[in-house]
């Protein structure tokens, strides 16, 4: 099956406590992308990768950090937690449109991770 | 930059009546537009895209959407609305100019209801 998958799906910790979200796709997908959901705000981008070793920041990097070693895995690293990070994660990917356009293919999202920062 | 707008936080609908989300966006140049819908502790799922061509868009579980380039606007719509279209929809906007892959902006969300 076709998927985005995401671990942890909840995760509560302290604040400065580094954590790991992974998040892996079995589509071969080249492009990736890290959001985030609060209320009120929609979906906002943290990073995204358009390949193997090619990331780059979305609209709201500040206080991640992001590695895309092997094309099937995006791993969101916060190295010290906040409370402001309190939120809903998101992990997606898709197929690269072509080289000289910007990816329009559909994103799929995967579960989510419900990150609490004490 | 490229913005979205979801002018209702909340739409409410009759099961069985025709249904409307509303979408306007801002780019500075062509747009790539898309809906997402979010069921309850689920992940987003893709309903349609508009790249270029028909303005009329089908999507999935009848939806389709209608682009119109004067008014700037991507509105979701179906015929008849059903119980199980509850759910928090969203519209998205990347800006075809921008050079590489650039970011999607989301709007922040509709919800949906619909009762029996």
């Known amino acids: 099956e076709a998927q985005v998958t995401q671990n942890p799906r909840y995760l509560i910790t302290v604040t400065g406590k580094k954590l790991t979200v992974t998040c892996s796709q079995n589509?071969?997908?080249?492009?990736m992308s890290w959001y985030r959901q609060d209320p009120g705000l929609g979906l906002r981008q943290i990073y995204y990768s358009m390949n193997v070793e090619v990331t780059d920041k979305g609209d709201v990097p500040e206080g991640y950090k992001v590695s895309r070693k092997e094309k099937r895995n995006f791993p969101l690293i916060l190295e010290s937690p906040s409370p402001n990070q309190t939120s809903l994660y998101f992990c997606?990917?898709?197929?690269?449109?072509?080289?000289?356009?910007?990816?329009?293919?559909?994103?799929?999202f995967g579960p989510g991770t419900r990150l609490t920062v004490l | 930059a490229q913005s979205v707008a979801q002018p209702e936080d909340q739409v409410n609908v009759a099961e069985g009546n025709p249904l409307t989300v509303k979408c306007t966006y801002s780019?500075?140049?062509?747009?790539?537009l898309f809906w997402y819908v979010q069921y309850p502790n689920r992940g987003l799922q893709f309903l349609l895209k508009y790249i270029t061509g028909d303005n009329l868009v089908k999507g999935s579980y009848g939806f389709e959407a209608e682009f119109n380039k004067s008014q700037t606007s991507f509105h979701l719509k179906k015929p008849s609305a059903l119980v199980s279209d509850s759910a928090l929809y969203f519209c998205?906007?990347?800006?075809?100019?921008?050079?590489?892959?650039?970011?999607?902006?989301f709007g922040k969300g509709t919800m949906l209801l619909v009762s029996p």
């Open positions: 780019v500075s140049g062509n747009p790539y």
């Open positions: 997606a990917s898709s197929r690269a449109a072509s080289s000289s356009l910007p990816p329009y293919n559909e994103q799929f």
């Open positions: 589509m071969n997908h080249e492009y």
């Open positions: 998205a906007v990347r800006d075809h100019m921008n050079s590489g892959y650039s970011t999607l902006t």
